[in-house]
């Protein structure tokens, strides 16, 4: 019976619990979501700084900054944690002017 929890989660009999592991499942999977296209466009912003395309640079900060405050909003990353992000693609941005 091994395997990863969050794989295989072992199934409730009460009724509430069955729900609240489908929530969580799905929750899991948004916080996820967000997570990976935060990376993105971390590495899209990167590129763009790199290949010394200002107007590229700004509309990719723009999006990654937008992103992260929805994260936060949601609550799929801690406040600090999208803070510190913000204050590192600020940086990387500012490197490119």
């Known amino acids: 019976r091994g395997g990863s929890p969050r794989l295989f989660p072992a199934m409730a009999n009460i009724p509430s619990q069955k729900k609240r592991i489908k929530r969580a499942?799905?929750?899991?999977?948004?916080?996820?979501?967000?997570?990976?296209?935060?990376?993105?466009?971390f590495r899209r912003l990167e590129l763009a700084v790199s290949g010394s395309d200002d107007a590229q640079a700004d509309s990719?900060?723009?999006v990654l900054v937008q992103?992260?405050?929805?994260?936060?909003?949601r609550g799929a990353i801690h406040r600090n944690n999208g803070a510190r992000k913000k204050s590192r693609a600020a940086?990387?941005?500012r490197g490119a002017a």
């Open 60 to 62: 990719e900060h723009r």
């Open 25 to 41: 499942q799905r929750e899991h999977l948004e916080n996820l979501r967000y997570t990976s296209r935060i990376k993105t466009y």
């Open 67 to 73: 992103t992260i405050d929805k994260a936060v909003k």
């Open 91 to 93: 940086r990387l941005r």
